[in-house]
């Protein structure tokens, strides 16, 4: 079932198998990624497809530097005739949920978004309304821009269980989108290959994915040694060591296994960890990069032998 979805979502999705890969693992997970690259790239396809091919219902929020957290969340009217306050939800209560350019809004309406994706809930009012399930949010920033920006903050980041790099297309991938959007968009045509109902009894089975004792340590090993690699002011927290578990799970999953390999751990170290790691100034300076640093402690640490 999981390959299905992204089998589907590539039939409109030209060259991003990987990606779609990547956020199928992170649905599985019941993380949320963060898409980072270029304008017009598909990242806005990517998320619609993905939403279809669920048959969830999907909602995106342009954010703008005026967009307010009741904007996100709803909020509450006093409805006269009733004499009570009425929630009006917000575009938060979807399965997919495109938060588009999130970098653009102030840091007060991101924030709104972090109770929705830590604990699929929001509070408005003092009310609690639980979100409906599954609930993914793909966010989107655009890097080469940063006038009337507002970077999100490493408290933030560390929510995304992936951040995920698009990249331009091959030639070949370019002439095919060309072919495939000549005679309109097939995303209107796309259709469903599972149910809400069915992703979350695949994110329940995911829980049961065997992952080896050795694999959690070598998972810990990882994680502790971006804490103490010299090039590094902060490394990743538990929070990563975690997703990063269950990501390894959910790509077994999507590779049809019911146990985790080595393998599974070193190929999602990088989007799962890298963006968690926050360089030292005068090595940011100098162009190191949390991706390389990760890169480097894969090659330094040895995996465990697989079974």
């Not at 497809?49 to 999907?58: D, K, V, Y």
């Not at 992936?162 to 796309?190: N, S």
């Not at 259709?191 to 050795?214: F, H, K, Y």
């Amino acid at each position: 079932m999981p390959r299905s979805i992204v089998e589907n979502s590539s039939s409109v999705v030209v060259g991003k198998k990987r990606a779609l890969e990547l956020m199928v693992v992170a649905l599985l997970a019941e993380g949320h990624v963060l898409l980072e690259d270029v304008p017009g790239l598909g990242k806005t396809v990517m998320a619609k497809a993905l939403a279809r091919s669920i048959g969830g219902e999907f909602r995106r929020i342009q954010f703008t530097p005026d967009l307010l957290p009741s904007d996100v969340t709803g909020f509450s009217v006093y409805d006269q005739r009733g004499a009570e306050f009425v929630f009006h939800p917000g575009p938060v209560m979807s399965n997919v949920l495109l938060a588009d350019e999130i970098n653009r809004t102030i840091p007060r309406t991101q924030a709104s978004l972090l109770e929705s994706m830590g604990e699929f809930q929001v509070t408005v009012d003092g009310k609690t309304v639980r979100l409906p399930r599954p609930f993914f949010v793909i966010a989107t920033q655009n890097p080469i821009e940063m006038d009337g920006t507002f970077p999100l903050p490493e408290a933030q980041l560390d929510r995304f269980l992936m951040k995920i790099d698009l990249g331009y297309p091959a030639r070949a991938e370019e002439l095919e989108i060309l072919g495939r959007f000549a005679g309109g968009d097939p995303l209107e045509f796309l259709g469903a290959v599972s149910s809400p109902e069915r992703i979350v009894e695949l994110q329940r089975a995911r829980g049961t994915v065997l992952v080896a004792e050795d694999l959690r340590g070598y998972i810990a090993d990882l994680v502790m040694a971006t804490r103490a690699h010299p090039q590094v002011r902060y490394g990743a927290s538990p929070r990563g060591s975690l997703g990063l578990l269950r990501a390894a799970q959910g790509l077994a999953m999507l590779r049809g296994r019911d146990y985790v390999v080595p393998d599974d751990i070193k190929e999602l170290a990088v989007p799962v960890l890298a963006h968690r790691v926050i360089l030292r100034h005068e090595e940011r300076a100098k162009g190191a990069s949390s991706i390389a640093v990760v890169r480097e402690l894969l090659e330094r640490l040895p995996a465990p032998s697989p079974v």
